[in-house]
């Protein structure tokens, strides 16, 4: 599977930002999903989880009450709402997808990456 990460930006810090991550290829099959980010110098981070169909949901401390992953399976896409964002929050995100249908926040769950959309968060 195929994935596009789309939605990155600059923005003010307070303001909001919506991510997507569109599937193609084998979508078909049922993938729990993630977003992660990675800072310069560092390793990439665990931001939130969806399972399949879009039950359950997990989130890193960091984000939780500002962040919301979901799904729209029709679509074969999955969203990353980004409110009250902070300068903190800047990074690359990228979208992942698993081979089961549950969550994780472990960046060695997942099989197949996007290539990473930069958000930037100004004070």
């Known amino acids: 599977v195929q994935l596009q990460a789309s939605g990155g930006g600059l923005v003010q810090a307070g303001g909001s930002l919506r991510l997507s991550c569109a599937a193609s290829?084998?979508?078909?099959?049922?993938?729990?999903m993630g977003w992660f980010r990675q800072f310069p110098g560092k390793e990439r981070e665990f931001v939130a989880t969806?399972?399949?169909?879009?039950?359950?949901?997990y989130y890193a401390d960091a984000v939780k009450g500002r962040f919301t992953i979901s799904r729209d399976n029709a679509k074969n896409t999955v969203y990353l709402q980004m409110d009250s964002l902070k300068p903190e929050d800047t990074a690359v995100y990228y979208c992942?997808?698993?081979?089961?249908?549950?969550?994780?926040?472990?960046?060695?769950?997942?099989?197949?990456w996007g290539q990473g959309t930069l958000v930037t968060v100004s004070s």
């Open positions: 969806i399972s399949w169909p879009g039950t359950n949901t």
């Open positions: 992942a997808a698993r081979r089961y249908t549950t969550t994780s926040s472990s960046r060695n769950d997942y099989d197949y």
């Open positions: 290829g084998r979508t078909s099959n049922r993938y729990g």
